[in-house]
């Protein structure tokens, strides 16, 4: 059976999706009789062989396409003289710490057993006993048999259904199995123990799946059995497992006898096979780089004997034999940077692997959504003795992957795309023919990383006389025969191995977050999250900038802090300082979306404020003063260029450091304005984009520059050379810093680097600073509990301050000297322990007006009537979804009351009284909606330095989406532009996202190990401590060892915290994501269409789904269906909201094959998911243009076959049920806030899903704006804010 993407191909208005059409299966074509299928067969071989070989031949001519230095950069031979490319590579940073003990099976409880029958499975990897053939296939994370007389001719003819027998099961997930060449032993992969996927080996039964069912009494005896429901209630219960009740686990789980061949604990291992001696392996073991997508190397692993289990297999034993390949130009030292490797490795002899890996990402970056057409895939085989590696079979056309020999060693069986058709393969070594023998295979998955096989693994028969093979849900049996010349090519038709199983498996209850938005709304709320900090010269003051208000706070004071006096209170102000490091006088910026930055110097003593004038216009940031006995003094700050918000067309030149000369103002002065003169750019070394630039006067004439990995100073006392620059000294250079701040007093640096607070004395140019155990700098103290950022040092250099959350920490560099012993004992947290002990924690208190409690003062400021507050829609068509039937939650001819940002009734016209007073809006019988749920968003304005409103918020409401969840933002700038919003500084949707993701892979900035449960408390801490009760969330991003992942999830819930982690194409960590009971999966699972086994799992697990379809994993992204059928740059709506610069880069598309686009079954499966109960949602991903991508991700949602109404249900309710916030938000409900979506007239959701972005009003909060461009309709008529000139036309 093929899986059949074509669509009906017949016109259509621009931009109008296909709708009426959806994913087909088409079984296998049959035949007629089976010698004209024979003879097709064989003719449609002979032409496909013929049309490869004319292509090899005469490539350069017809195809330049198929360049070998395009394709095939590493077809040349590789002789003994060949220079190992990871030859210098030591891959000794990461995990930085090891694990403490764990085993996923006992440390993480699985109260839930989910029990369902199947008779379909998705993406069964197999094997088939060399001897006996009986079959060992994986299903949802355990391992079953069938035995061969299942596959007998009359059998599969007669369609009989065989038991798959378990083998292998319990909470560990286990795949590739991969029998032994004499067959009594059974490699496979398993994440048992610590949860990092290794390989396992384990004694095969001459009795074959009848000895190795998990029931049977020479597995497990019945009295072993008999104690299982009462042993995993205990284990659920928390129960510690004694070493009795372990053994009868194992015995159970059929894992009793199985023994580690690998013993990794951050790189991971799968596609294990063997060598022909029996005595070693060959498997592919996957490499982070900085990017968290596993680049495979082919390793080799002795197999220990079953019967040692007194010695261990080392951590990171094993010996390298196939290297990833460095692209042109790039050196030994970029090695861990490539992202390109070889997988699927098997033993062609004693000496020569054979194997495949991706060639069309030659420049060593993944790319997404690449023509699996022009091939992505090749072939290659590698003699180890003489280094000559050859190509195999060519990527082109449509790829080549996983490689499988028959067991004489002639055939090479692989798959390949051919136009709409996934194709079986065979090509004879000796003759070099190919044949094309099925093309009912299911697309494989070239076109992603793919760690569980770019296809699932076959196998052939033990007489080679068939290949057994996973397509669409079923195990085939694909009959061989022989051609003339002794080639192998198709036998009769394959048929389905049609069995039956007993799925059982152990689940997590579902992590879920409570949290009532409605709480997040009245009165005056607290900011939890602050940056820009600055220190005064003793370290007994700071400056902060709070939501672009600027506070001062006295450290270790009880009393709040104060807001700096400014000049226009309305206005966004950042980045202060102290001025000369007195305590008096702060100089700070202040933002117009007009006229960009304008520094003030406030006196903090008499209120009095001046205003700095004669500065060309620009985005300044970091004003300093320098110090000194006279009014006369030198300014310096930074002209930043452009950004995501304030656009690249106004003032963008001559960045760098500027600096000027001020006076002062002195006692009795009348004047508020102090004039700069001589305002200049200095040439310096500076890297303007640096988003932790800093500078300081640590002199009157000396600047300190701090960039996020380099310290210098600038000499402003000696002329400049001839080409302008100045004298400028390094002080200081992170390894791997993210913030980094030096003392001109102490030496000493302090840094942020791996997410905590650092310092380390004594610091020059050659010290490496970062916190590597084993690597760190002498001394090096870890400063912070659970992490850190806008790390400073005061003005006089003798105090180290940093921020985390509204916890303001500071401590003397003097104290630190009391530690030194702890410090030089602990080198793993370098004297944590005692450090803490020393720090002055001041806790911030600043408060804003809620946005309802504005909405409640601007109504009665323009209101007549004692109801001024109230506003009442009427004619209306509601959609409520409150009850989850359409018949009960669509209300025609209705009303809804809202009143001070509430719903406070909804029901039909003249059943709901409307208030006298109140505001009344004719709805004309259009629709109303519950405002939208972004569920998976992101955008980038965060990072700017800059307070400017943003295009990006606003955008999003003007499409309708009231809330957005973006699971993938900076910590603490995602809540510090959060509470812009909140406080009324710019508009914008309701803004919740997980901070910063809990990342597996190679990356200084954002690496977690979470190796024990205190790193846990640490990681999530970091982030519910910016936004308090609006953080409910954290992402684990592709962390490698299951352990670090239940960690996470046992600390959540006692934080009240949901997880939403990233899919990141990696088939089996999803499985163990549902299963362990995480809130949802972004992005889809990678195998787009699924079957019973994971479609009854995913759905009854409760984890919910947002499967993004605009950037789906396994084929071209939806977004480029958008972006090749409509007029992006000339829609009228996206003119007046989004960058111009953005729209004209999606002006031109290439049009691709429906067949290519994979959202066209993804969307089946989320809709077959739905209908068995779960939970999807709408996510956009932020992709671009923000706002309508929203809509086409809906009208995907649809494609699949959900309704309407289903479709509008995960946009809403769903999301808000999911997230938690369905007491607050999500559906048109009395009590709940009143987040709507007001549709015209005419515009009918149920008729047309594409409807969705035609709306009238959007209602945030009870607020009221026209959708086409957002001015203001209640409570104040006619206001629209300002944004930075963003676009040139």
């Given amino acids: 059976m093929h899986l059949d993407v074509r669509r009906d191909v017949k016109s259509t208005k621009q931009g109008e999706l296909p709708l009426t059409l959806s994913a087909t299966y088409a079984p296998p074509p049959?035949?007629?009789?089976?010698?004209?299928?024979?003879?097709?067969?064989?003719?449609?071989?002979?032409?496909?062989?013929?049309?490869?070989?004319?292509?090899?031949?005469?490539?350069?001519?017809?195809?330049?396409?198929?360049?070998?230095?395009?394709?095939?950069?590493?077809?040349?031979?590789?002789?003994?003289?060949?220079?190992?490319?990871?030859?210098?590579?030591?891959?000794?940073?990461?995990?930085?710490?090891?694990?403490?003990?764990?085993?996923?099976?006992?440390?993480?409880?699985?109260?839930?057993?989910?029990?369902?029958?199947?008779?379909?499975?998705?993406?069964?990897?197999?094997?088939?006993?060399?001897?006996?053939?009986?079959?060992?296939?994986?299903?949802?994370?355990?391992?079953?048999?069938?035995?061969?007389?299942?596959?007998?001719?009359?059998?599969?003819?007669?369609?009989?259904?065989?038991?798959?027998i378990p083998i292998l099961t319990g909470v560990?997930?286990?795949?590739?199995?991969?029998?032994?060449?004499?067959?009594?032993?059974?490699?496979?992969?398993?994440?048992?123990?610590?949860?990092?996927?290794?390989?396992?080996?384990?004694?095969?039964?001459?009795?074959?799946?009848?000895?190795?069912?998990?029931?049977?009494?020479?597995?497990?005896?019945?009295?072993?059995?008999?104690?299982?429901?009462?042993?995993?209630?205990?284990?659920?219960?928390?129960?510690?497992?004694?070493?009795?009740?372990?053994?009868?686990?194992?015995?159970?789980?059929?894992?009793?006898?199985?023994?580690?061949?690998?013993?990794?604990?951050?790189?991971?291992?799968?596609?294990?096979?063997?060598?022909?001696?029996?005595?070693?392996?060959?498997?592919?073991?996957?490499?982070?780089?900085?990017?968290?997508?596993?680049?495979?190397?082919?390793?080799?692993?002795?197999?220990?004997?079953?019967?040692?289990?007194?010695?261990?297999?080392?951590?990171?034993?094993?010996?390298?034999?196939?290297?990833?390949?460095?692209?042109?130009?790039?050196?030994?030292?970029?090695?861990?940077?490539?992202?390109?490797?070889?997988?699927?490795?098997?033993?062609?002899?004693?000496?020569?692997?054979?194997?495949?890996?991706?060639?069309?990402?030659?420049?060593?970056?993944?790319?997404?959504?690449?023509?699996?057409?022009?091939?992505?895939?090749?072939?290659?085989?590698?003699?180890?003795?003489?280094?000559?590696?050859?190509?195999?079979?060519?990527?082109?056309?449509?790829?080549?992957?996983?490689?499988?020999?028959?067991?004489?060693?002639?055939?090479?069986?692989?798959?390949?795309?051919?136009?709409?058709?996934e194709a079986l393969v065979l090509k004879d070594l000796e003759t070099g023919t190919l044949h094309y023998i099925w093309f009912g295979l299911t697309y494989d998955l070239s076109t992603i990383y793919a760690p569980m096989g770019t296809y699932p693994s076959f196998a052939f028969s033990p007489s080679d006389d068939a290949i057994l093979i996973w397509a669409a849900g079923q195990i085939y049996h694909?009959?061989?025969?022989?051609?003339?010349?002794?080639?192998?090519?198709?036998?009769?038709?394959?048929?389905?191995?049609?069995?039956?199983?007993?799925?059982?498996?152990?689940?997590?209850?579902?992590?879920?977050?409570?949290?009532?938005?409605?709480?997040?709304?009245?009165?005056?709320?607290?900011?939890?999250?602050?940056?820009?900090?600055?220190?005064?010269?003793?370290?007994?003051?700071?400056?902060?900038?709070?939501?672009?208000?600027t506070y001062l706070q006295v450290i270790g004071s009880s009393v709040p802090a104060e807001r700096v006096p400014v000049a226009h209170p309305k206005a966004a102000y950042y980045s202060p300082s102290f001025v000369g490091g007195d305590g008096a006088l702060v100089i700070h910026a202040r933002w117009s979306d007009t006229f960009f930055s304008r520094f003030e110097i406030a006196d903090l003593n008499s209120g009095t404020v001046y205003e700095l004038t004669n500065l060309p216009m620009g985005r300044y940031f970091s004003p300093v003063v320098s110090g000194g006995d006279t009014a006369r003094r030198t300014i310096a700050f930074i002209k930043l260029g452009g950004g995501v918000l304030t656009g690249d067309v106004v003032a963008t030149a001559h960045t760098g450091i500027w600096v000027g000369e001020i006076t002062l103002p002195t006692e009795g002065s009348s004047s508020s304005v102090i004039e700069v003169e001589g305002a200049r750019k200095i040439s310096t070394t500076i890297d303007p984009s640096d988003d932790k630039l800093k500078i300081s006067f640590i002199s009157s004439s000396k600047l300190l520059v701090q960039e996020s990995d380099r310290v210098f100073t600038v000499d402003l006392s000696e002329d400049a050379d001839e080409w302008g620059r100045y004298v400028e000294e390094e002080l200081a250079e992170g390894y791997s810093t993210d913030e980094l701040a030096f003392s001109h007093a102490s030496q000493g640096a302090a840094f942020v680097n791996f997410l905590h607070v650092y310092y380390a004395p004594n610091v020059n140019t050659s010290t490496a600073l970062w916190s590597k155990p084993g690597k760190a700098p002498t001394g090096l103290t870890r400063l912070s509990l659970d992490g850190g950022h806008d790390v400073v040092f005061s003005g006089d250099g003798t105090v180290i301050g940093w921020l985390l959350g509204p916890y303001l920490h500071t401590v003397p560099v003097s104290l630190l000297s009391a530690c030194s012993n702890a410090i030089q004992k602990d080198t793993t947290t370098f004297g944590i322990g005692c450090v803490r002990n020393l720090l002055n924690v001041t806790e911030i208190a600043v408060y804003y007006e809620s946005e309802v409690a504005r909405l409640r003062r601007e109504a009665k400021v323009h209101a007549t009537t004692a109801n001024g507050d109230v506003v009442t829609f009427v004619n209306a068509t509601i959609l409520s979804m409150e009850n989850g039937e359409l018949s009960a939650d669509l209300i025609t001819g209705g009303s809804v009351v809202l009143r001070g940002g509430y719903i406070d009734a909804v029901g039909k016209d003249g059943e709901v009284s409307i208030p006298e007073g109140s505001v009344v809006i004719q709805a004309d019988g259009g629709y109303i909606v519950p405002g939208f749920i972004d569920a998976h968003a992101h955008w980038s304005g965060e990072s700017e330095a800059l307070p400017a409103s943003s295009w990006e918020m606003e955008t999003f409401l003007a499409y309708g989406v009231t809330t957005v969840h973006n699971p993938s933002l900076q910590?603490?700038?995602?809540?510090?532009?959060?509470?812009?919003?909140?406080?009324?500084?710019?508009?914008?949707?309701?803004?919740?996202?997980?901070?910063?993701?809990?990342?597996?892979?190679?990356?200084?900035?954002?690496?977690?190990?979470?190796?024990?449960?205190?790193?846990?408390?640490?990681?999530?801490?970091?982030?519910?401590?910016?936004?308090?009760?609006?953080?409910?969330?954290?992402?684990?991003?592709?962390?490698?060892?299951?352990?670090?992942?239940?960690?996470?999830?046992?600390?959540?819930?006692?934080?009240?915290?949901?997880?939403?982690?990233?899919?990141?194409?990696?088939?089996?960590?999803?499985?163990?994501?549902?299963?362990?009971?995480?809130?949802?999966?972004?992005?889809?699972?990678?195998?787009?269409?699924?079957?019973?086994?994971?479609?009854?799992?995913?759905?009854?697990?409760?984890?919910?789904?947002?499967?993004?379809?605009?950037?789906?994993?396994?084929?071209?992204?939806?977004?480029?269906?958008?972006?090749?059928?409509?007029?992006?740059?000339?829609?009228?709506?996206?003119?007046?909201?989004?960058?111009?610069?953005?729209?004209?880069?999606?002006?031109?598309?290439?049009?691709?094959?429906?067949?290519?686009?994979?959202?066209?079954?993804?969307?089946?499966?989320?809709?077959?998911?739905?209908?068995?109960?779960?939970?999807?949602?709408?996510?956009?991903?932020?992709?671009?243009?923000?706002?309508?991508?929203?809509?086409?991700?809906?009208?995907?949602?649809?494609?699949?076959?959900?309704?309407?109404?289903?479709?509008?249900?995960?946009?809403?309710?769903?999301?808000?049920?999911?997230?938690?916030?369905?007491?607050?938000?999500?559906?048109?409900?009395?009590?709940?806030?009143?987040?709507?979506?007001?549709?015209?007239?005419?515009?009918?959701?149920?008729?047309?899903?594409?409807?969705?972005?035609?709306?009238?009003?959007?209602?945030?909060?009870?607020?009221?704006?026209?959708?086409?461009?957002?001015?203001?309709?209640?409570?104040?008529?006619?206001?629209?804010?300002?944004l930075p000139p963003i676009n040139v036309d």
């Fill in 971 to 1282: 910590n603490y700038l995602g809540f510090v532009g959060r509470g812009r919003v909140e406080s009324g500084l710019m508009i914008g949707p309701r803004v919740f996202h997980t901070g910063q993701i809990i990342y597996g892979a190679s990356s200084y900035t954002y690496h977690h190990d979470i190796a024990n449960a205190e790193e846990a408390k640490e990681a999530l801490t970091r982030i519910k401590v910016e936004g308090g009760p609006a953080s409910w969330s954290y992402k684990n991003y592709n962390l490698p060892a299951r352990a670090s992942r239940q960690r996470l999830l046992l600390q959540a819930r006692q934080m009240n915290m949901a997880c939403v982690p990233e899919g990141g194409m990696n088939f089996d960590w999803d499985l163990t994501y549902i299963v362990d009971g995480m809130t949802t999966v972004e992005h889809n699972i990678p195998v787009s269409v699924l079957y019973d086994d994971l479609l009854s799992l995913f759905a009854l697990s409760g984890t919910g789904t947002t499967p993004t379809h605009i950037v789906n994993y396994g084929g071209a992204f939806g977004e480029q269906y958008l972006w090749a059928t409509e007029d992006l740059p000339g829609d009228p709506k996206l003119r007046r909201f989004t960058r111009h610069d953005i729209l004209e880069g999606l002006s031109e598309s290439t049009a691709r094959p429906l067949n290519s686009l994979a959202f066209l079954n993804v969307s089946t499966s989320v809709a077959k998911m739905v209908h068995r109960g779960i939970h999807a949602h709408i996510g956009a991903h932020g992709e671009p243009p923000l706002g309508l991508m929203y809509h086409h991700e809906m009208a995907l949602a649809k494609v699949g076959g959900l309704s309407n109404y289903e479709v509008l249900r995960a946009a809403t309710i769903h999301a808000a049920v999911t997230f938690g916030l369905d007491k607050s938000i999500g559906s048109v409900s009395a009590g709940k806030l009143a987040d709507l979506v007001v549709y015209p007239g005419g515009v009918d959701l149920l008729e047309d899903i594409r409807k969705t972005r035609d709306l009238k009003y959007v209602i945030r909060g009870g607020r009221i704006w026209e959708a086409d461009d957002m001015t203001e309709v209640w409570p104040v008529k006619g206001r629209k804010q300002t």
């Fill in 30 to 164: 049959t035949r007629c009789s089976r010698a004209t299928g024979a003879f097709l067969t064989l003719l449609a071989s002979v032409c496909l062989a013929f049309l490869v070989w004319r292509g090899a031949l005469f490539s350069g001519v017809f195809d330049p396409i198929r360049a070998p230095s395009a394709n095939n950069p590493s077809s040349p031979s590789l002789g003994p003289e060949y220079d190992d490319p990871a030859s210098e590579f030591k891959d000794d940073v990461f995990p930085l710490r090891q694990h403490d003990p764990w085993d996923i099976s006992t440390d993480f409880p699985y109260p839930r057993t989910l029990k369902y029958d199947v008779e379909e499975g998705t993406w069964l990897r197999l094997d088939v006993h060399p001897v006996s053939g009986d079959i060992v296939f994986d299903m949802a994370g355990d391992l079953y048999c069938l035995p061969a007389s299942s596959y007998t001719y009359e059998n599969v003819a007669l369609g009989i259904t065989a038991q798959a």
């Fill in 172 to 421: 560990p997930h286990d795949s590739d199995p991969r029998f032994s060449p004499e067959g009594d032993r059974l490699a496979f992969r398993s994440d048992a123990g610590l949860g990092v996927d290794n390989i396992w080996v384990m004694p095969w039964s001459a009795g074959g799946c009848t000895e190795m069912d998990v029931y049977s009494p020479s597995v497990a005896s019945p009295d072993v059995i008999a104690l299982k429901e009462y042993e995993d209630n205990l284990l659920a219960q928390g129960v510690k497992e004694t070493e009795d009740r372990r053994l009868r686990r194992l015995s159970r789980e059929g894992r009793l006898s199985a023994r580690q061949v690998t013993n990794e604990t951050y790189n991971w291992v799968s596609d294990p096979r063997w060598h022909p001696s029996a005595a070693k392996i060959i498997a592919t073991k996957w490499y982070f780089s900085s990017r968290s997508l596993g680049a495979g190397e082919g390793w080799e692993y002795p197999v220990p004997s079953l019967d040692d289990k007194e010695h261990p297999v080392e951590v990171n034993a094993g010996k390298r034999l196939i290297s990833r390949d460095l692209p042109f130009g790039w050196s030994k030292s970029n090695y861990v940077e490539q992202q390109i490797g070889h997988e699927q490795f098997s033993w062609a002899a004693d000496d020569v692997v054979v194997y495949a890996g991706n060639v069309r990402d030659s420049q060593g970056t993944f790319e997404y959504a690449k023509d699996v057409h022009s091939g992505i895939y090749s072939i290659f085989s590698k003699n180890l003795t003489s280094g000559f590696r050859e190509v195999l079979v060519d990527a082109f056309p449509g790829g080549a992957s996983r490689p499988t020999l028959s067991r004489d060693g002639r055939t090479l069986a692989f798959v390949r795309r051919v136009r709409d058709k």
């Fill in 478 to 549: 694909v009959p061989l025969s022989k051609n003339t010349v002794g080639e192998r090519v198709a036998g009769a038709e394959p048929r389905p191995v049609r069995f039956h199983a007993q799925i059982e498996i152990k689940v997590a209850d579902t992590l879920r977050a409570k949290t009532d938005v409605r709480d997040l709304e009245e009165e005056n709320q607290r900011l939890h999250a602050f940056t820009h900090l600055s220190l005064d010269n003793s370290g007994k003051k700071a400056l902060f900038q709070a939501s672009g208000v």
